[in-house]
C-alpha cells in the first residue's frame, strides 16, 4: 500500500507558510544520484569535511563514561553557559554573565527560539538578501512577516545603512544580520558595523540578532568585530549568536548558543522546555572542551579554506560568462551568471534563471550547486567549498566545461 499522504487541510497554517530547507534538498537529491551509480559532486551542503578534533570527542566519551547522561538544565549545563560567557569575553570583549548565555540544539535553534519567543503577526523582521535560506521561513513560521533587504555584488553583498533605514517601520521587531555570510561570505569591517549601528541607535523599538556561525572563518587577516562590541549602545537589545558547528566541525553534535538579556534568556528556556527540552548533555560537555580546550585547530582549517576559496575563485572566473568575487569569509563564494541567463544548455533547455542553471549543471555534470534564488537573490548561484580539493578542482572544470558548451 502507498503511505497515506494527509490531505493539506489535515496540515497547519503555520505549516504551509513556509518551503522545506532548499539546501538540505539538493544535497538530498545528489546523494540520491550517487546512490544510483551517477558519478556526482555535492557542493550544495554547508558543513566542513573535516572530522571533530579528537580531544572534544574524548571529552563526549568521558562525559557518557562519567554517566552525565540525563536531562541538562533547559538553559544548558552551567559548565558550558560558564564556557560561552568565557568565550564571549576572550573572543569579542562582550561581558555576558552566564545567566545571560543560552545553549540550544545547534544555531538553528537559537534564532527559532529568539523569533518565535518574540514575534507576533504583523511584526516585521528586516532580513537582508541574499540570506541564510531559514531565516524568512522561521519568521514565516511565528505569523510574522520578512522584510527582505536586496544587497549588490558591486556593494561586495553588504547591507548599506541607506537600505537598513528604508526597510525599518513601526512594525519592524529585529533586523537578523549575519556575518561572515552564508551564502555570500561577505563580512564587516568595525567601521562598517558602526554605520549599520547609528542607523539602529535612531531606532531604539528594533532589536539585533547577530549570526556569528562562521565567525572564525575569515582570510586573508580580516579582522571579525560583532556588533555590540563595535556599539555597546545596542548591546541591552542584541542577541550575539554563535555555535560549534562550523569552527569545530561539530555539525551533527547540534549546539548553538547566544548571549542575550536575561529576560529574553528566560523566554526562550520557557519555549525551549515546551519544545526540545534542552540540547543533548553529551553534546554539551563536548563543547565545553571545544570552547575550553586547545584552539589550535583552527587557524589549520582556516588555512585550508583560504586556499580552497582561492581556488574555487580563480577556476570560475575562467569560466565563460562567470563572475565570482572574492569574499572574505564563511565557506561559500556567490558567483553573478547574469551573463548566462538566456543561453541554451545542451539539452537544449534555455538557462531561464539560477534555478535551471543549478538542475542542468547536475544533469549534465553531476555537480550539485545551490540556485541564489533559494537564498533571495539571482541570478547567482552558492559553492559551499567544504570539501577537498581535489573534489573542488574536478567541480570547477565540470563547471567550466559546462558554461563553455552553453550556446
Ligand atoms: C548562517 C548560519 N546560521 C546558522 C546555521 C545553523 O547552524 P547549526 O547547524 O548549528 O544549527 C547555519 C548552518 O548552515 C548557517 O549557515
Not at 99 to 109: E, I, L, R, T
Not at 152 to 168: D, H, V
Not at 235 to 251: C, D, F, P
Not at 321 to 345: D, H, M, N, Q, W
Request: proline share 7%.
Amino acid at each position: 500500500m502507498p503511505p497515506a499522504t494527509p490531505p493539506k487541510a489535515f496540515l497547519s497554517d503555520a505549516l504551509n507558510r513556509i518551503q522545506p530547507s532548499q539546501t538540505i534538498a539538493i544535497s538530498q537529491k545528489e546523494r540520491d544520484l550517487k546512490a544510483g551509480g551517477r558519478d556526482t559532486i555535492g557542493l550544495a551542503a554547508g558543513e566542513p569535511d573535516f572530522d571533530t578534533p579528537d580531544n572534544i570527542k574524548e571529552a563526549a566519551i568521558a562525559a557518557i563514561r562519567a554517566g552525565k547522561t540525563k536531562y541538562p538544565p533547559v538553559e544548558g549545563i552551567p559548565e558550558l553557559r560558564a564556557a560561552v560567557a568565557g568565550k564571549f569575553k576572550r573572543e569579542n570583549n562582550l561581558d555576558y554573565s552566564a545567566a545571560q548565555c543560552f545553549v540550544a540544539p545547534g544555531g538553528k535553534a537559537i534564532v527559532y527560539n529568539a523569533l518565535m519567543a518574540t514575534l507576533n503577526p504583523g511584526d516585521e523582521v528586516v532580513v537582508p538578501a541574499p540570506y541564510w535560506v531559514s531565516y524568512p521561513d522561521i519568521v514565516m513560521l511565528a505569523g510574522a512577516k520578512p522584510v527582505t533587504v536586496e544587497t549588490k555584488i558591486e556593494a561586495g553583498f553588504r547591507l548599506t545603512p541607506e537600505a537598513l533605514e528604508r526597510s525599518i517601520t513601526p512594525r519592524t521587531k529585529w533586523l537578523i544580520f549575519n556575518q561572515p555570510s552564508n551564502p555570500t561570505g561577505a563580512c564587516y569591517t568595525r567601521e562598517q558595523l558602526k554605520a549599520l549601528a547609528d542607523v539602529l541607535l535612531r531606532h531604539p523599538n528594533v532589536w539585533i540578532l547577530t549570526d556569528d556561525m562562521y565567525e572564525h572563518l575569515v582570510y586573508g587577516g580580516f579582522r571579525f568585530s560583532t556588533i555590540a562590541e563595535v556599539e555597546p549602545r545596542l548591546y541591552e537589545r542584541t542577541v550575539t549568536m554563535n555555535g560549534v558547528s562550523k569552527a569545530y566541525a561539530m555539525t551533527g553534535w547540534r549546539i548553538g548558543y547566544c548571549g542575550a538579556p536575561e529576560p529574553l534568556v528566560k523566554a526562550m528556556a520557557k519555549l525551549q522546555s515546551q519544545v526540545t527540552t534542552s540540547a543533548s548533555s553529551i553534546s554539551q560537555w563536548a563543547s565545553v572542551e571545544a570552547l575550553n580546550g586547545t584552539q589550535d585547530f583552527i587557524p589549520k582549517f582556516q588555512a585550508a579554506f583560504e586556499a580552497r576559496r582561492d581556488l574555487v575563485v580563480s577556476m570560475l572566473n575562467q569560466a565563460h560568462g562567470i563572475a565570482c568575487p572574492k569574499p572574505e569569509g564563511a565557506f561559500y563564494v556567490y558567483p553573478s551568471i547574469a551573463k548566462l541567463i538566456g543561453r541554451t544548455a545542451p539539452s537544449g533547455n534555455v538557462i531561464a534563471n539560477d534555478e535551471t542553471f543549478a538542475t542542468e549543471l547536475l544533469d549534465a555534470e553531476g555537480v550539485a550547486v545551490v540556485h541564489g534564488a533559494a537564498f533571495g537573490l539571482s541570478p547567482f548561484f552558492r559553492i559551499s567549498y567544504a570539501t577537498s580539493n581535489k573534489a573542488l578542482e574536478e567541480a570547477c572544470h565540470r563547471i567550466q566545461r559546462f558554461c563553455g558548451n552553453l550556446r
